[in-house]
């Protein structure tokens, strides 16, 4: 079954503009991994944040994770079109197996 | 980087057809491979967790039988849907990992079409 929540299930921006997407879980956790999937593609890994940390950086993405909270959080800057696709949030208690979230669809318009 | 090879990338059959799928670690040994199923606009469901040398352990509701799972090496976990019907129609994706605390590594999805 799946554990996480994620919010916006949709969002729709303008390119440069910023995206954010929340993610909720309910169990405790080893880490968090955000997973990008173009329509019809695999997932392509993003950012993984382990649970004694509390945000992350790559590039225009940065993760936050609160364990005390529950949550974590994707942020997206200076959006560019090529940015449109679905993402996921992956949680991982033990044994490398991932519980994914519903995911966001994130358009982004030129 | 590592990078994990699924085979077809499209398959469409007829009813009552059985489809195997393969799922390759590239340039790394995968003790631990996993099998999702995608349905449209869903999320990822896992199904089974694929081990070496040993059986898959299959989630709730999976049916064993129909989703029959080999491992027989490190670097190679094959998903065979054992007569399909259209209701087995879906995305199916593999992944897998160097180990707990590391991003997975997936396929790039194999879509299933049961005429």
């Known amino acids: 079954s799946q554990q996480g929540e994620e919010d916006p299930q949709a969002l729709s921006i303008q390119e440069g503009e910023n995206a954010t997407m929340n993610c909720s879980y309910k169990t405790s956790i080893n880490n968090l991994q955000w997973y990008r999937q173009n329509s019809g593609r695999g997932l392509v890994h993003l950012i993984l944040?382990?649970?004694?940390?509390r945000e992350k950086h790559s590039g225009r993405l940065r993760v936050t994770l609160d364990t005390s909270k529950k949550s974590s959080s994707l942020l997206i800057t200076a959006s560019r079109a090529a940015d449109t696709a679905s993402y996921f949030c992956a949680t991982e208690a033990s044994g490398s197996r991932l519980t994914f979230g519903e995911g966001t669809q994130l358009t982004v318009n030129p | 980087g590592a990078v994990v090879s699924q085979h077809p990338s499209r398959v469409i059959c007829k009813s009552g057809t059985s489809v195997k799928i393969e799922c390759r670690s590239l340039d790394f040994q995968a003790t631990t491979m996993f099998w999702y199923r995608q349905f449209p606009k869903q999320s990822l469901m896992l199904m089974a967790t694929?081990?070496?040398?040993?059986?898959?352990?299959?989630e709730q509701g999976v049916e064993k039988d129909k989703f029959l799972i080999n491992h027989a090496s490190l670097t190679l976990s094959t998903l065979t849907v054992t007569s399909a019907h259209p209701e087995d129609s879906s995305f199916y994706i593999c992944?897998?990992?160097?180990?707990?605390?590391?991003?997975?590594?997936f396929g790039d999805g194999t879509r299933l079409s049961i005429l």
């Open positions: 944040i382990r649970s004694n940390e």
């Open positions: 992944s897998a990992g160097d180990g707990g605390n590391q991003p997975q590594h």
């Open positions: 694929s081990n070496e040398g040993s059986k898959a352990t299959y």
